[in-house]
Antibody, heavy 120, light 107 residues
């Protein structure tokens, strides 16, 4: 079964850095795009960006460009989402999800989500 | 970015009801549309893609239709497990966008 498993919940202070992870299994990780989606408390889904682990080609939503960094290590089938300086407004659930092949496509499967809480 | 507008934002219905949710794109998206179901505390689950193609394992009471800018998700006979929030997503543009969601509640 194709699966994405994300790292655990994080509690951080404003200004701190953070990297969360998403590990794929049971498929060729390098050959499928992995996207990141934010869901703020009680709100809808927002596409943040996407990476092709095979060559680390990365695209960002204009809303998130410069605020986060997406990376991947295909040798360990893991994608990452990184913040250099967190804000309280980064408090949200973050999901990774695999596209069905091409860059702009539907997402399936999804990781279980990583809850990030930023509070002083 | 292509804006995706779902209607209604919330909906109350009973078990056995037929329900339709609409998603309108700000420009034509050539059937490049997916529908997801999300239950509280869970990740979204893919229901349909390419506007009308049912994902494997999804019950046949779910169906999708539409073209151009207007698309619909229909649940033919609501079951207790269908009460959730539903999102549409366009992938016509390289900047992917979601609808704001439709919360389906028990009447």
């Amino acid at each position: 079964e194709v699966q994405l498993v994300q790292s655990g919940a994080e509690v951080k202070k404003p200004g701190e850095s953070l990297r969360i992870s998403c590990k794929g299994s049971e498929y060729s990780f390098a050959t499928y795009w992995i996207g990141w989606v934010r869901q703020m408390p009680g709100k809808g889904l927002e596409w943040m960006g996407i990476i092709y682990p095979g060559d680390s080609d990365t695209r960002y939503s204009p809303s998130f460009q410069g605020r986060v960094t997406i990376s991947a290590d295909k040798s360990i089938s893991t994608a990452y989402l990184h913040w250099s300086s967190l804000k309280a407004s980064d408090t949200a659930m973050y999901y990774c999800a695999r596209t069905s092949g091409s860059y702009s496509n539907w997402f399936d499967p999804w990781g279980q989500g990583t809850l990030v809480t930023v509070s002083s | 970015d292509i804006q995706m507008t779902q209607s209604p934002s919330s909906l109350s219905a009973s078990v056995g009801d037929r329900v339709t949710i609409t998603c309108r794109a700000s420009q034509g998206i050539s059937n490049s549309l997916a529908w997801y179901q999300q239950k509280p505390g869970k990740a979204p689950k893919l229901l349909l893609y390419a506007a009308s193609r049912l994902e494997s394992g999804v019950p046949s009471r779910f169906s999708g239709s539409g073209s151009g800018t207007d698309y619909t998700l229909t649940i033919s006979s609501l079951q207790p497990e269908d009460f959730a929030t539903y999102y549409c997503q366009q992938y016509y543009s390289t900047s992917i966008t979601f609808g704001q969601g439709t919360r389906l509640e028990i009447k």
